[in-house]
């Protein structure tokens, strides 16, 4: 995530800190997550062709706010299809879409949530159906009141049925090679979905102590979410794993409901198998806790010190962590952790770094 040199490789900074880079460094920019709580009035200002995401979300450490930037190599494109705003250059494509649910009408057998869902994936898939970059690397998804009930099912229930009928509808695998991912429930504004693809498959990566998302029991809502637990993306000279939001959950089961110290404990000992099945399949057998760059989200803001006091104890002095407040998608789930990494592959020889 930190790499000058990957074709693909991110940064973090404030959206001030942002609004001040110089115009070289916004032109590698693919595209960018902001997270603040008037995330959707401040990141205006960001440059109209840089395609941002805007989630109105707490940051509860330091600061009001929080870009995850995207940067490319080389020449980039921007352009819109429908409602996704998008920017790649030869190798990686980033988009974003909005879509107001209001626009949807409830019908016989779906929800406005459902259809908005349905309709975004849809639009992501023939996009990049029609620019070949079709292997999806990574979806980030946010809901408003996620864990609110409607037409007789959990919001995010509805989401999960309108994302599968989308892959479904398009030929997608819905179990194995799906993409990482995380749903995160903010307060309020569209359904807001961000997404990495690219031209080369990416590696779905599962954790052995836990079920497949997408082979979840009913139980957890009609239809499973599609994603993996991880992803490992092999570009050019370097590799990046995608960690999807992880919790406290073993088996199918939540751990630990009551207790956000173990299940700090229980997230991270999940990271933890998920690094283990990432380095069995990279080329090279590097990740590990302290190089990931984490975002937590926090569904109690005073549950913070402790979350990052286990955080600290499980990584050590090397922590990079970005802290919000967000609903999650079980309600007894008090934090979900996603992290990502990125590490040189060895040079050709004769190269030296
Ligand atoms: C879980 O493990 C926690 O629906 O895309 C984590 C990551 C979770 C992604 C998604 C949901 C999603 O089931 C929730």
Redesign the pocket.
């Known amino acids: 995530m930190h790499d000058t040199v990957s074709p693909l490789h991110g940064s973090n900074l404030s959206i001030a800190a942002f609004l001040k880079q110089p115009a070289q460094w916004k032109s590698s920019v693919l595209g960018a997550l902001c997270f603040s709580v008037d995330a959707v009035e401040r990141a205006m200002q960001i440059d109209v062709e840089i395609p941002c995401m805007r989630v109105p979300m707490q940051r509860l450490d330091a600061g009001d706010s929080i870009c995850e930037v995207w940067h490319g190599s080389g020449q980039l494109t921007q352009g819109r299809y429908g409602a996704i705003h998008y920017r790649h250059d030869d190798d990686v494509l980033f988009g974003v879409i909005e879509l107001t649910e209001t626009m949807f009408e409830a019908g016989a057998d779906k929800t406005p949530l459902q259809q908005a869902t349905e309709s975004a994936y849809r639009q992501v898939f023939t996009l990049l159906d029609t620019l070949h970059y079709p292997y999806l690397f990574r979806?980030w998804?946010y809901i408003a009141d996620i864990n609110t009930h409607s037409f007789g099912l959990e919001r995010?229930s509805q989401?999960?049925l309108g994302?599968q009928n989308a892959f479904l509808a398009h030929g997608r695998d819905v179990v194995g090679n799906v993409p990482a991912?995380?749903?995160l429930g903010s307060a309020q504004g569209p359904l807001t979905i961000a997404f990495l693809a690219g031209r080369v498959a990416p590696l779905s990566i599962e954790n052995p102590r836990?079920i497949s998302?997408y082979q979840?029991p009913q139980q957890y809502g009609p239809r499973s979410?599609?994603?993996s637990r991880a992803s490992l993306v092999r570009l050019g000279q370097d590799e990046v794993l995608f960690v999807?939001?992880?919790?406290s959950?073993v088996g199918h089961a939540t751990v630990h409901p009551t207790d956000v110290v173990a299940q700090t404990r229980e997230t991270m000992a999940n990271i933890e198998a998920v690094l283990a099945e990432a380095n069995r399949l990279a080329s090279q057998p590097s990740f590990d806790l302290a190089s990931l760059y984490y975002k937590v989200y926090v569904r109690h803001p005073a549950d913070l010190a402790q979350i990052r006091d286990e955080l600290a104890h499980c990584v050590g002095d090397a922590l990079k962590a970005v802290y919000l407040q967000a609903d999650?998608?079980?309600q007894d789930?008090l934090l979900?952790i996603?992290a990502t990494a990125a590490h040189p592959l060895a040079r050709m020889s004769g190269q030296r770094d």
């Open positions: 979806f998804n995010y989401f999960n994302r991912a995380c749903a836990q998302a979840y979410p599609t994603f999807s939001g992880t919790a959950i999650v998608c079980r789930l979900e996603e």
